[in-house]
């Protein structure tokens, strides 16, 4: 009898004894956030010697809501520009300059330029990431013949730059999430 409660002691001992392992629970990484951007100002800066331009793009409210405000000045024909971009989050008071966000993370941002074909504009790269590839908030733009057309500048998130044609501003192969896509109704004259 002695040895029975001996080992119905011992078996209950070792039972409460075992300590069951901390569960690990994986917790991904939460994924990188996209810039909040209401607003696009392209600011067009005459090397020529001419007026400066802008372009702005606002939707204050975000998506949905009220409809953007989209104020476009004429460029010139034949004319040589350097392009900024500037961004902003309006959704805050006061509005946030998103722009240092971007440039902070270069490697995962470009922008895209498409560019109506009867619109005479040529956009090309002026600034790089830490790898060399583009950017796009600097840019040199020329304008050729005057005409009027559509002009959209789409700010990709985690674009694949060694993808084919995307270092060149082809978005085609470019995958990535979308931070921004606005149309601006181009006038060259």
């Known amino acids: ?10 078996a209950l001992l070792l039972l409460t004894s075992c ?19 209401t607003s696009v ?15 702005m ?31 902003y989050n309006e959704l ?13 993370e270069e490697d995962d941002h470009q922008f895209f330029f498409l560019v109506d074909s009867e619109l005479d504009i040529t956009v090309t790269y002026q600034d790089e990431d830490n790898n060399g590839y583009p950017i796009g908030l600097v840019n040199e733009v020329e304008t050729g013949l ?3 057309g559509e002009f959209r500048v789409v700010l990709k998130h985690f674009p694949d730059k ?11 192969n470019a995958g990535g999430g979308t931070d921004a896509d606005v149309t601006f109704q181009a006038t060259i004259q």
């Open 146 to 148: 005057a005409g009027m």
């Open 92 to 104: 805050e008071d006061p509005a946030i300059n998103v722009t240092p966000e971007i440039q902070d």
């Open 19 to 37: 300590k069951k392992e901390d569960e690990v629970i994986f917790t991904p990484p939460p994924p990188s956030e996209h810039a909040v951007i």
């Open 162 to 172: 060694t993808a084919p044609n995307v270092a060149s501003g082809d978005m085609t």
């Open 41 to 55: 100002k392209l600011t067009f800066f005459d090397n020529e010697g001419g007026e400066n331009v802008e372009w």
């Open 57 to 87: 793009y606002s939707d204050p409210d975000g998506d949905g809501g009220n409809p953007p405000v989209i104020s476009v000045q004429p460029l010139l024909a034949n004319r040589n520009y350097t392009l900024l971009i500037t961004l």
């Open 1 to 10: 009898m002695n040895n029975q409660i001996f080992f119905t002691l011992l």
